[in-house]
T-cell receptor
Framework: QQQVKQSPQSLIVQKGGISIINCAYE??????FPWYQQFPGKGPALLIA?????SEKKEGRFTISFNKSAKQFSLHIMDSQPGDSATYFC???????????????FGDGTTLTVKP | EAQVTQNPRYLITVTGKKLTVTCSQN?????MSWYRQDPGLGLRQIYY???????DKGDVPEGYKVSRKEKRNFPLILESPSPNQTSLYFC??????????????FGPGTRLLVL
């Protein structure tokens, strides 16, 4: 119930293209869905996050789409650039007062390569 | 500079030799957490702490211990390391305002090899 399934495992996109990474979850109590970006040799860094009261959040070239009924959310990277090449993780966590309030569950990661 | 620091960054040890990986943050964050990252398995939470003297198990706590005696420090202890604990470890911290966790800030990672 705490799992988050992420796909694809790897993704190759041409420069200027759209990168799409998907995540699905089972636990309907999750209420915070961040995406993290990780470059080789570095720790993950928050890219963008959404709460389930909205269906979409956009920050620059990065957009999260959230489908509460389907229990799915996705990251869209518009106009993908070689500098976007990194590993991306989706995650989910529980609300305060939930038994698992402090737990964070991450997807397995997607390695994105943007070709020049 | 606001940051999470981990030490050591790289460690090679042998089975059964107790070790401690330190984690410190200078952002006055209430929440701290440890993760391990293994190829194809993403990040898995080991332990977390909502505040001083409050710690809870994550998804993979077996073989690990933690303590939170001060707000800024959250050491990870391997009492008797085994080869299956060879991994890349990350510490993270975040604010915990009004019960809501904010952005998690990750440290640079500690790469551990247990022979």
């Amino acid at each position: 119930q705490q799992q988050v399934k992420q796909s694809p495992q790897s993704l190759i996109v041409q420069k200027g293209g759209i990168s799409i990474i998907n995540c699905a979850y089972e636990n309907t109590a999750f209420d915070y869905f961040p995406w993290y970006q990780q470059f080789p040799g570095k720790g993950p860094a928050l890219l963008i996050a959404i709460r389930p009261d909205v269906s979409e959040k956009k920050e620059g070239r990065f957009t999260i789409s959230f489908n509460k009924s389907a229990k799915q959310f996705s990251l869209h990277i518009m106009d993908s650039q070689p500098g976007d090449s990194a590993t991306y993780f989706c995650a989910a966590s529980n609300p305060p007062l939930n038994t698992n309030a402090g737990k964070s569950t991450f997807g397995d990661g997607t390695t994105l390569t943007v070709k020049p | 500079e606001a940051q999470v620091t981990q030490n050591p960054r790289y460690l090679i040890t042998v089975t059964g030799k107790k070790l401690t990986v330190t984690c410190s943050q200078n952002m006055n964050h209430e929440y701290m957490s440890w993760y391990r990252q293994d190829p194809g398995l993403g990040l898995r939470q080991i332990y977390y702490s909502m505040n001083v003297e409050v710690t809870d198990k994550g998804d993979v706590p077996e073989g690990y211990k933690v303590s939170r005696k001060e707000k800024r420090n959250f050491p990870l202890i391997l009492e008797s390391p085994s080869p299956n604990q060879t991994s890349l470890y990350f510490c993270a911290s975040s604010l915990y305002t009004g019960g809501w966790r904010e952005t998690q800030y990750f440290g640079p990672g500690t790469r551990l090899l247990v022979l």
